[in-house]
């Protein structure tokens, strides 16, 4: 068994391995829904090849840049990993992994994130990270949302024409993906997380004087839930004016007789937040999507630096001897955590840990990794 690097000519086998495993009968293919993995170019994703040349293992892995204020981190994702069914039990999972990690390693990027959470990631030190607020929408409080400012925002489906309009709103976002008009559109046309889930996707903008205040693109259900039982739809993505993504998520709601919408809020978007709570939304608490794992304790605290505001050298220690850790120094007292508390501290605003840092550390907020960006 030969494990390397996918050639270009090579994606369409993994998005056919990936669309036997993962396939649903109606389901588009997983070639259209995930675009950074099958479409051609240079690939970053690793497969196992039998002596024939036959794909019978892959692992997806697509590089990205968070930009977080100054910040920028460079970081990969992994998704649609499969064996086919007649040479499962082989490791070859395992395999793939190390070899993406050391991938990344050499990459220079800082963080990994996976969208899974099982034993094989959890083993090789992927953890749970950051906070989000998933919040669930009902026709009583999508109602309540609509009731002020009624007549404030104009609400429309997406037309091409909207395309920098949106774009600008995720340029401007902070923590966000870098990227352009066009990636955008493809992540928009390719609609992954409403594809897994069987739903259709809709995108809707709000403007104010003209202008777009807000987007929003949603997965719903391709016919209309008859009860609460159904699976919610699911808010993809969106951006802009807090009130006026608020407007966007009733709107939604009540546009295409949804009974409930899910709607993830990373624990940064405070102003969102209070008005889905205000308006009676359900919400519960947990960590972000999937799971991730540090390529580079050095890199990643460089590339957070011009968020810690100090120098992280003077108060982190990486002991790399005998297992990484991090030895936190402050007003003389030390804290040694492993990467799960380092994760924790940089990004949980609840972590325990917080006490040990310094008074000027602040919790980095990252995005909500489900999204369009999802894999």
Known sequence: MKIRLLNSNELQQAADLSDLVFGKPGQPSMGKSFPALFHPGVSHSYGA?????????FMGLAPD?????EARLNVFSIGSVCTHPDFRGQNL???LLAECMEHARRSGASLVFVSGGRSLYRRAGCYDFGRVHYAMLDRGSAA??????????????MRPEDTFGISAILSGASPAYEQGPAQL??????SAIADITMMRQETLTARKDGAIAAFL?????????SSTSGEPAKAVEWGGHPQAVARLLAEMLQRHRIQRLEVPVPWQEQALLKLLQQAGAAVQSGPNSGTVWIADAHSL???????LKVDW?????IDEAGGRSYTVTNKGQELVLDDSGLLSLLFDPESPHLAGAPEDFCTIPLPYLSGLHYI
């Open 49 to 57: 090849f039998t002596d024939e040349g036959e794909l019978v293992a």
């Open 65 to 69: 840049v968070v930009r977080i204020g």
């Open 93 to 95: 999972a395992s395999t």
């Open 144 to 157: 309540a949302l609509l009731q002020p400012d009624t007549d404030e925002w104009s609400i429309s489906p």
């Open 185 to 190: 559109l493809t992540l928009l046309g390719s």
């Open 217 to 225: 693109a949603a997965a719903v259900p391709t016919a209309p839930e």
């Open 301 to 307: 605290l460089t590339q957070c630096s011009p968020l």
């Open 313 to 317: 050298q003077s108060f982190i220690r």
